[in-house]
C-alpha cells in the first residue's frame, strides 16, 4: 500500500511538473511582448496593468473582446481594467456564465461602438 501510494505521488507530481513547465522540464515564460491581447496570462495581465494606469483607452476594444473568454481570470482582468478606465461595468460579472453575461457584453459592444475602437478618449 505504501508502495502504490508512492507510485501515485511520483506519477502526479511528473504531470504536474510537464503541465506547469509545459513539457520543458522547467518554468519559463512564453517569449514575446507584453501585451493585453497576448494568448499569456503571464504576459497579458501587467500589459493590461499598465495600460491601465496609464489611462489607455486605446486597450478597450482587447478588454471588451475578452469579456467573451473562456478564461475566468482573463474575463475578471479585463472587466477591472474597464471600470477602472471608465468608472462602469454595465452589470458585467466575470464568474457568471456566458448567457448570464451576454446582456453587459452587449452594453459593452455598443459602448465601444459609440467610440471607435482604438478610443484614446477618456469618460
Do not use: N
Not at 491581447?37 to 489611462?55: F, M, T
Request: neutral net charge; proline residues 5%.
Amino acid at each position: 500500500m505504501r508502495i502504490a501510494c508512492s507510485v501515485v505521488v511520483a506519477a502526479a507530481s511528473t504531470a504536474l511538473a510537464l503541465l506547469v513547465g509545459g513539457g520543458t522540464g522547467g518554468c519559463t515564460a512564453p517569449e514575446g511582448p507584453r501585451t493585453p491581447d497576448s494568448r499569456y496570462l503571464s504576459q497579458k495581465v501587467p500589459a493590461i496593468k499598465q495600460a491601465v494606469e496609464r489611462k489607455d483607452h486605446s486597450v478597450a476594444a482587447q478588454l471588451v473582446k475578452d469579456l467573451d473568454s473562456d478564461d475566468p481570470a482573463v474575463r475578471f482582468y479585463a472587466i477591472e481594467g474597464l471600470d477602472r478606465l471608465t468608472g462602469e461595468t454595465f452589470g458585467y460579472h466575470y464568474y457568471e456564465d456566458r448567457d448570464a453575461r451576454s446582456q453587459a457584453v452587449q452594453k459593452w459592444r455598443q459602448w465601444l461602438g459609440e467610440r471607435g475602437p482604438a478610443t484614446d478618449q477618456q469618460q
